[in-house]
């Protein structure tokens, strides 16, 4: 059966659910899901809300009423993740579904974890299940890009994320070329950025960057875990440090920086990174070709001069941000 209006409109509405797990159920994905009884009325809705507990596909379950329990044979779920098909720390939900005879299972995206995909779309086939696959799969793709990008390239997604002047330059010097930060933010990018930290596990500076400002680098202006800190090791490395307080990851210098990165996921499960650093290490990412979104904050100061932002690459993403 190909997809309807009413398909589409249904996995809106389950996209709409998966958001409210941002921030809680990583390194697993966002997922929301609907169900709805053959008259087309909503009898259940659920989402993922944290690591570990409950799927999607289970809270929706879980959600129907007992008067309308009779209804599951006829009725259709709407899901933006391809339903689990292997035991983790829950069931597989495609068994689930199948246990509870759903007519029919409407799916965003296909799920990229190879313990996952496919077999949980061959399961409910198998077990006489219509499935619909490719409902806004775009959408569903890219609300879970973090997820993606994990489980495809075998690393973190990697935002590169820096402020500038309005002529271009992350920092003023003084007469003898010490560099000295200066404030770039205002309330609402700063804001943004603790938002942004909210729904990353992990967040990268340099020794130098920590000797300077030795930042919190926390969520404090928005509700959430603050990401776990990253570092390279160093003997320069300030045991006083703020984030020396919470179990930063110390990557080894002398490793390719690829491999580095291949080990935040592989290791730590890490699998999203927010890399916060100088204009050293933030080249050193652009360079090696590792990032897969630049969020620039430019001001409308002007320094005149001091230490030099990344140039904009002609490979850049199309979606960099820039916030003025």
């Not at 996995?11 to 409210?20: D, G, K, T, V, Y």
């Not at 002529?167 to 938002?195: C, E, I, W």
């Not at 491999?259 to 499960?269: E, I, P, Q």
């Not at 916060?276 to 002007?302: N, Q, W």
Request: with cysteine; proline share 7%; net charge neutral.
């Amino acid at each position: 059966m190909s997809a309807t209006a009413t398909d589409s409109a249904m996995m809106h509405r389950a996209l709409q659910l998966a958001r409210l797990g941002a921030g809680h159920v990583s390194p697993n994905p966002m997922v929301g899901a609907v169900i709805t009884a053959a008259d087309g009325r909503i009898i259940g809705e659920g989402w993922h809300r944290r690591y570990g507990s409950g799927h999607a596909e289970v809270n929706a379950v879980a959600s129907v009423s007992e008067t309308d329990r009779h209804l599951l044979p006829e009725s259709t779920i709407y899901v933006t993740l391809e339903p689990c098909s292997h035991y983790g720390k829950t069931p597989p939900c495609a068994k689930l579904l199948i246990d509870n005879h759903l007519r029919r299972v409407v799916i965003g995206a296909s799920d990229p974890n190879p313990l996952v995909s496919g077999r949980g779309v061959r399961m409910l086939r198998e077990a006489g299940i219509e499935v619909t696959e490719g409902v806004l799969a775009d959408e569903c793709r890219a609300l879970n890009s973090r997820f993606m990008t994990a489980q495809i390239l075998g690393r973190p997604h990697i935002t590169l994320k820096w402020a500038q002047s309005a002529d271009g330059y992350m920092a003023a010097t003084d007469n003898d070329g010490k560099p000295y930060p200066v404030q770039f933010s205002t309330p609402v990018t700063a804001l943004d950025v603790h938002r942004l930290r909210a729904v990353s596990d992990a967040i990268m500076v340099g020794t130098e960057t920590l000797l300077a400002d030795n930042p919190s680098l926390n969520t404090r202006l928005w509700p959430g875990s603050s990401p776990r800190p990253v570092l390279f090791k160093s003997e320069r490395l300030p045991h006083y440090a703020t984030v020396m307080q919470r179990n930063p990851i110390l990557l080894d210098p002398n490793r390719p920086l690829e491999d580095n990165m291949h080990s935040l996921w592989t290791d730590y499960g890490i699998s999203s990174l927010i890399v916060e650093g100088g204009p050293t290490l933030l080249r050193s990412f652009i360079e090696a070709g590792l990032y897969d979104r630049i969020r620039v904050e430019t001001s409308d100061k002007i320094l005149g001069s001091g230490i030099m932002a990344p140039k904009e690459l002609k490979n850049m993403p199309t979606h960099t941000l820039k916030l003025t």
